[in-house]
């Protein structure tokens, strides 16, 4: 009997990968160590020690990687976290900000540049809502504290215009006015304790996000999956077993979110939301494999590049092994 490739896994605590890292989903062939870690410590650690043969990755900055002579990582086409964000752009609301295009010229916050959720928010916005992407002005800051530096290497586009602030928090500078806008991936402190000053820019972001959904089909992934290469070298089936087995974990999630007998979360309305959610955007909204995101991994190359962000000019099909482009 041969003897099961052992795995370190590092994920951040959601319900799509909880059966896995629970034990109740099994990768076939593989003897796997799973470590459930909150989602900034264990991308800082994955970013700057590599401590995992197998983690959540911020899906820009995996990109990022085709750039280099060797890509140690090889992605699997599921998706842990996936947001529109459109909720997340925050203003002070005495700057009069209504709408995307009225951050031209303005000053908007952002932590890290190649977040997957400002990425996004950049690109849509130039794309759909006549938003240059390099129009606003751009502030580096820690969210609610301040940062003396980069959580992991960045690369700046020559065209942008981004200040770095190391005194000062992102979260208090909307609150005092000292930035217009905030592109995040949570909420500010401010949100919650200053709301006659810090709002969303959109009145309605969900009615936003659902015309973004029915104009291009696309629910934008924050993260993926990847492992190291040499794993893959020395298991070629390796790709298909995680995403079969990150796939089944996400199914099992879904069906405990349809469980009425105890709300898996505290939400009275869930299984009504749920449904009304796939009713909007299809019961497979959270899709994995590779074809069902192929128009998606075709747009944000397109963003990346754009912007410098990504040189090398690739087609979604030189993203992932042979065995995946199936899927």
């Known amino acids: 009997m041969t003897e099961a490739q052992r795995l370190t896994i590092g994920v951040s605590d959601c319900d799509r990968a909880r059966a896995l890292a629970e034990g109740r989903v099994a990768i076939d062939g593989v003897a796997a160590e799973v470590t459930v870690m909150p989602l900034q410590p264990l991308f800082n650690l994955q970013m700057t020690h590599h401590t995992f043969d197998c983690c959540e990755f911020p899906i820009a900055t995996w990109l990022r990687h085709f750039d280099r002579p060797q890509q140690e990582y090889v992605g699997i086409p599921v998706f842990p976290s996936r947001h529109f964000r459109f909720s997340c752009v925050f203003v002070n609301k005495a700057k009069g900000l209504t709408k995307p295009a009225d951050l031209a010229g303005r000053r908007v916050g952002t932590m890290v540049w190649d977040m997957a959720a400002a990425v996004w928010l950049r690109g849509i916005f130039d794309e759909h809502y006549a938003l240059p992407w390099d129009a606003p002005i751009y502030v580096n800051a820690g969210l609610n504290e301040a940062r003396a530096g980069e959580d992991h290497p960045q690369q700046y586009p020559p065209a942008a215009r981004i200040e770095h602030v190391t005194d000062r928090s992102l979260s208090a500078m909307l609150e005092s006015g000292e930035i217009d806008a905030l592109y995040t991936a949570r909420a ?26 029915a104009r291009t089909g696309i629910f934008p992934p924050m993260h993926l999956i990847a492992v190291k290469r040499r794993f893959v070298e020395a298991n070629p089936g390796l790709p298909r077993a995680l995403l079969a087995a990150f796939a089944e974990s996400q199914r099992l999630a879904r069906l405990r979110l349809h469980d009425s007998a105890t709300l ?31 128009d998606m991994f ?13 040189r090398r000019d690739l087609a979604p099909e030189d993203l992932f092994p042979a065995s995946l482009l199936e899927s």
Do not use: C, H
Not at 268 to 273: G, H, K, N, R, T
């Open 188 to 213: 500010p402190d401010s949100f919650f304790s200053a709301p006659d000053k810090v709002g969303r820019l959109f009145a309605d972001p969900m009615a936003a996000e659902l015309d973004y959904f």
């Open 264 to 294: 898996a979360v505290g939400l009275p309305f869930l299984a009504q939301q749920l449904e009304e959610t796939e009713r909007l955007l299809g019961p497979a909204f959270w899709s994995t494999g590779f074809a069902a995101n192929r």
């Open 298 to 310: 075709a747009t944000l190359i397109r963003y990346m590049r754009a912007e410098g962000l990504l």
